[in-house]
């Protein structure tokens, strides 16, 4: 698939090109300009907001991208989010009936977020329903981003015809979605699925790490995309792009050979295979999706996260396929829009 090209990587930055999916009657280049309802979607996340138009196919068009002021607290957030959507109410006219916004954070019944990490600042208590809402004139629906991305894997991607799936997105933070006959469980409280904020196993190259929900040591302080930029970068002391760690760099050297860069990478994917193990043998799924940018690492993120779960997982659960998500990084994006529409008759 184009996403796993090393090209073509980057774990969720903001403002860069999306990759688009060549799956059969998904993504950009299976969209048709005949008849039918859109949606607007939307998917916020730690670093970017991506917005398109999306059919009740599943196929996307129009799609665009913008940093995330996510420092800046709920009010610039919907301020960017709505200055992303507006352009594409022009290009879908009267064919536009609904917004689906997929969003990091809990979402709470009322399409609310009542609780939300450090990755996006004063973000909880937004109330995305009715500030989009009322911007648009449109009805709006609101979900987890990662339980957009689980919506769209089972009914359109990796995940289709399965009874069950876990679909866990490794991006900007790792969250995962319980997905039950093609429909996402959020739970009674919208956390179901939550498997970044699972502690990590104790052989972490670096302990002690703050998880952006101010927990300590969960999985997603050491398998994220910052994170393993951040572990390469305290054990070797290097800068590898100006002022920040870039993981397509990484992801390179560990491809040239480089121990370290190999390391800090294979590392990463054991604990993240050890907790799915953990997760499997609690849930028993028929398939597991990895979805979110850090997925396209490729064989280099899949191949020891997959021996690291058969070596924990119990028999039964072991059976269970790990595959890379047949949508990459647009799977929350089409997930939002399917959520604001009927599905096909």
């Not at 688009?20 to 939307?42: C, I, K």
């Not at 006959?181 to 970044?196: C, H, I, Q, S, V």
């Not at 002391?237 to 992801?251: F, N, Q, S, V, Y």
Request: glycine share 16%; aromatic share 2%.
């Amino acid at each position: 698939m184009t996403a796993n090209r090393p090209g073509d990587l980057s774990w969720d930055r903001g403002g860069e090109p999306g990759i688009r999916s060549e799956a059969p009657g998904v993504g950009s280049r299976a969209f048709s300009d005949g008849g039918g309802a859109l949606a607007v979607a939307v998917d916020i996340g730690g670093t970017k907001i991506a917005a398109g138009l999306v059919d009740a196919a599943g196929r996307l068009t129009g799609e665009r991208r913008t940093p995330t002021p996510a420092a800046d607290g709920g009010e610039a957030i919907m301020a960017a989010v709505l200055d992303c959507v507006r352009p594409l109410l022009a290009l879908g006219g009267d064919r536009v009936v609904a917004c689906g916004i997929a969003t990091a954070g809990v979402v709470d019944a009322g399409g609310r977020i009542s609780s939300a990490t450090d990755l996006l600042t004063g973000w909880a208590g937004t109330d995305v329903r009715s500030i989009a809402g009322h911007a648009l004139g449109l009805p709006v629906a609101v979900v987890n981003d990662c339980h957009a991305a689980g919506t769209a894997e089972a009914r359109l991607g990796a995940a289709r015809g399965a009874r069950t799936a876990l679909v866990v997105a490794v991006g900007t933070g790792i969250g995962g979605a319980l997905v039950t006959g093609g429909t996402t469980y959020p739970g009674p409280t919208g956390t179901a699925g939550a498997l970044g904020h699972l502690p990590a196993p104790a052989s972490a190259l670096v302990a002690g790490r703050k998880c952006s929900c101010g927990a300590t040591d969960h999985i997603e302080a050491h398998a994220s995309g910052p994170a393993i930029e951040r572990t390469y970068h305290e054990l070797t002391g290097r800068e590898l792009t100006g002022d920040r760690l870039d993981l397509a760099a990484i992801a390179a050297l560990a491809r040239s050979g480089d121990p370290r860069a190999t390391q800090v990478i294979t590392t990463a994917a054991t604990l993240l295979g050890r907790t799915l193990a953990g997760a499997a043998n609690l849930l028993d799924p028929d398939v597991i999706v990895i979805a979110g940018g850090v997925s396209r690492l490729g064989p280099l993120l899949l191949d020891p996260l997959r021996l690291a779960y058969r070596a924990d997982a119990l028999p039964g659960p072991r059976r269970a396929p790990i595959h890379p998500a047949a949508l990459t990084d647009q799977a929350g994006l089409i997930g939002a829009g399917l959520t604001a529409l009927p599905p096909p008759s």
